[in-house]
């Protein structure tokens, strides 16, 4: 056997519930894969997402069928083929990312020919509550950052129009992106558009469900719509042009760094804009995703800011930039 393959479930408590449209969370619940070979331990992380028919057990169990495989010397490229997109190969396809630059002394963004990751700008989301709570909260991530802070803000179907406004007064240089998580009708969202330009809002994230999307080929959005929910691998675009102008890449949705590369080269191609997101997880499921950051137009990569306790040499928010991990946290 060449390597010792550990996986795990981890739970990290979140500082505060966070609500979107489709439920409210207390804790982050990822798996943790740890690759060990030659002396050298590669990590991966992966949220497993009920929305898209995951749960930790079955992403455990995915991980479970392919062990064999991956102890004896599976590669990334293989792997594309023997897992389907989604968390389980994100966890493996990051762990491999980590041990071949951990073994080969390349770091990843070397690897890819990209420059190394820097401090940036990324939203900070504020989940679904009243009006006037949202406002609070917009006022302290105003009052904290720079005063360009971009500002991510969960909806749904009710009162829209009112915690945009108030977000809006409250934060009033702060830049904008909604995300209603796939909970408007494409009349609510026309009936929005006036509403969503005079606030300046920057991007609407998956306004309608992903099987209802049909409803935005006719439509002319005054800000530009963005595919979540809708965009998993870069075989879905084509179906997304006409629809969306902008998409967002998760490597939950992609599979892993791999197809999320793939992905980004092959919707800038095609004229979309690009948004990197995540779910919430700790550090190491987000410094994979840092390396596609630089790339990307709109950064969403706050999910470790929600944790109690994430990594102690994990990513951190300062002077309202989001900073990398530590050298050697991963990647090389
Ligand atoms: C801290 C934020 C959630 C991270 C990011 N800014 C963001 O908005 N990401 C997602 C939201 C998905 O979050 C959910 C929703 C849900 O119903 C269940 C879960 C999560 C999650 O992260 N873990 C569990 C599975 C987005 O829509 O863009
Ligand atoms: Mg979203």
Known sequence: MLRELTIKHCSFPLVAPFRIARGVKHAAEVVLIELEQGGATGRGESV????????????????????????AGMGREELQARLPAGAARNALDSALWDLEARLTSVPVWAGLARPSPLPLTSAITIG??????????????????????LIKIKLDAHEPAARIREVRRAAPDARLIVDPNESWSIDLLRDLQPELESAGVELVEQPLPADADDALLDFVPRVPVCADESCHVAADLPRLQGRYQAVNIKLDKTGGLTEAWRLLRSARAEGFRIMVGCMVCSSVGIAPALELAREAEFVDLDGPLWLKDDYADGVRLRHGLLVPPQPGFWGA
Do not use: H
């Not at 509550?129 to 802070?149: H, I, K, S, Y």
């Open 48 to 71: 497993p997402y009920a929305r898209y028919g995951e749960s930790v057990d079955s992403v455990m169990a995915q991980l479970e069928s392919v062990r064999a495989e991956v102890a």
């Open 128 to 149: 679904i509550d009243t009006p006037q709570r949202m406002g609070e909260e917009a006022a302290r991530l105003a009052g904290a950052g720079p005063a360009n802070v």
